[in-house]
């Protein structure tokens, strides 16, 4: 039983951005930061004088071998107009900004600082794809995992594989969560791939009709998906199409002391559960089917907000590969072991079922710049909380609790984070 | 004039330790880790159990570079028992682990954790001298500083030729410092360079004889930091001799709140002033002798405290390069501008003198295994407060308050931290 923690003050969001993720080879980190940030200032609903900034937290995985830039804080700090104000970066791999934001509310309960900005980039077109798979590969542990010949596809390889033996999962539960979030992505204007699955098959056919081609005979998704030369292979059972794509992106929010919220906006969003954990390398885990971290962080953040799984309404949750959204909506005690992928075969998991999970089109179709990730997907409970995510608002009558889980490398550092509408 | 800020909780430290600093070739970064752990641990003067550590913060510039390791947290926390206690890496050039310190001390004043391990760790030997100084290169702003050519040595060598042309001060003065820093690494045993330059001069006399070739003529200090052969330029007015060297090792410290720490030791130090602060690329800057972010930072942390410059009895000040001790002195207000280059002539930051700055040996001669720094900076302000600094104890009577100032870059990131026994 971990103990029970919680803040000496309390902290809220009143604003938040995130630039348009994608692939944007022309740009370089400091522009996605102030895309973002122009969004964060301008949804401020009572308006906001950037001079009231206290400090910024910028989550970065590696701009060090993505961007040849490493002290990336004062520099994003600068071309915002923050400077002399403090700036630090963290770095947690993929869960870098999830980082940032809780060192942001830290920074605020502890008394010393009221408004803090809390954010995300990474830039990682910059490099080719293998690159950028060998970049990431540095997450793992490299004298125990990468040294062996592990990338982030192997990795989630095998924990698909070890799911499938030990439940009794086929490679098509998996295709259902790339059809959910494909599907929840096409409402989402910022989202890379901003179509469903279906849209993106009728448009190859389109296409090959236009150009006088032989037109494919695909009758539905699933006929899709199962073409292997539309979903190749990655890493077995990993297919193209359960992979999330290579990124660049930035996302920011700023976080206030609970007793000035009401200042800044009518509508704040508290902050009522924050948890962080980490695990051991794959060769020293009981078991690839779950992750320990997470589940040490769920329990630290459920304890704090006096929350249980079944109060969680809405949910981003980290789904790098299809399978890592299964076996983490299991650790997060959303659905038993063994029962999450049953729990996406039923529809459950929908953004119209009972318990709506990555809405935004997820890591695996909003996009993954992997910096920037951990404050996006607050992002978009920030903006369901609010009733702001326009198309793809949840229809859920009364939504007040909303969370985030964020993955970083083979599972070393994971968060989970509360939000709560009053 | 800055907001004065208090956290809602105080933070002590109740232990300490580092690795012996140096050039380690054969190990990898969690080694060095482990053996600052291990005298952190025994310095603990009532017994820890490791299990009651709740989260560590580890600083680290580049270990992406250094060692193709990034995510560092989770693996240091690992080897050290901790997992799944979270684990957060900060980066902030070479004030990463002064950034790690801050936030443990935020994470214990926001009352959600008591106990918290802050460090850091570098690896630098593991790339040649060349690919080092371009790897510490990637701490400037790419796009304009370091695309222009500027690595540290040019950095600092612009520095030095602005302050000599402003003030009037002499290269001899630069040298100074650089012989002040021997003299007490001297009385360090974990320093890289455990010798006063005069030691240095004998030894290389005395092997010469030895060897039976011609023995060099240096009568003293001064001769022998004139002689090209020995001293060389490595950028005007920057020589050998007044660089730091490219150092392996870690250093990290306890810290608790500030109720409990009479638990742990009869002896705890207080943190009882924070200040960190972002300055701006070179090119944009009003003047190169001074540092925006260092002011910044010492301002902060000096209201916090409720002290002045005058009130601080020692100080470890970052000395990457000579002329960066003397401006940063003068920066953190010890001495008035342009007045830094005098006070080193006179002696007054001697050992044994009425302002000690670096009595550990600085960056300058104990090394500088960049993210290891900060805490380690930390670390001999500790040993010092608590009377336990051996050979190189300053003598001072009533020795209670000492502080230690981490630069970042060209200084993007500063920090300064006041500690007190009580």
Known sequence: MQKRRKLGRGVAIIGAGMSKFGAFREKIQRDFFVEAFEEMVSSVDKGLDIKDIDALYLGNFSSDVFENQVHLGPIIADWIGLTPKPATRTEGACAASALAFREGVFAIA??????????????????????????????????????????????????????????GA?????????????????????????????DIMNSRMERAKKKGEPVPTWKDEWDFLHDPQVNPVVAWPMRLYDCCPISDGASCMLLVAEEIAKDFTPNPIYVTGIGQGSGRPLHTKEALTYFEAT?????????????????????EVHDCFTVAEICHIEDLGFFKPGEGYKAVEQGLTERTGPKPINTSGGLKCKGHPVGATGVAQLYEIWKQLRGEAQERQVPIKDLRIGAAHNLGGTGGTCTFNILERR
Do not use: C, W
């Open 110 to 167: 502890s008394g010393f600082y009221d408004v803090v900005l809390v954010g995300g980039v990474e830039k990682m077109t910059s490099l080719s794809t293998e690159r950028v798979t060998e970049a990431l590969a540095l997450a793992t542990d490299m004298s125990y995992e990468g040294r062996v010949g592990f990338t982030f596809p192997g990795v989630f390889g095998a924990t698909a594989t070890a799911y499938m033996e030990k439940y």
């Open 170 to 198: 086929r490679p098509e539960h998996f295709m259902r969560v790339a059809i959910k979030n494909h599907r929840n992505a096409r409402l989402n204007p910022k989202a890379q791939f901003n179509a469903s699955i279906l």
């Open 295 to 315: 589940r040490y962080a769920a329990n630290e953040a459920y304890q704090m907000a006096g929350l249980k799984p079944e109060d969680i309404q809405i949910a």
